[in-house]
């Protein structure tokens, strides 16, 4: 290749990026709010004392009341 034609493969790439960055910043946008909304739902995080990791009797918020099991 030579020079002239790879400038403008360059400048081609470079345009394609250039058109695709607004793309690119509203997936991340979208994916920071989805990781902020499943951090602040606490879903993931540590299960409180006295959990069984979801067997009969967890006390975690996510698992059914005793009451439910009857």
Same mark, same amino acid.
């Given at each position: 290749m030579s020079l002239e034609e *790879? &400038? +403008? *493969? +360059? &400048? +081609? $790439?470079? +345009?394609? &990026?250039? $058109?695709?960055t607004p793309q690119a910043r509203q997936a991340q946008y979208e994916a920071d709010l989805a990781a902020a909304d499943l951090a602040e739902s606490g879903f993931g995080g540590d299960p409180p004392v006295g959990a069984d990791r979801h067997g009969r009797g967890c006390l975690c918020p996510y698992c059914p009341d005793e009451e439910d099991y009857l």
């Open positions: *790879d &400038l +403008a *493969d +360059a &400048l +081609a $790439r470079i +345009a394609e &990026l250039e $058109r695709s």
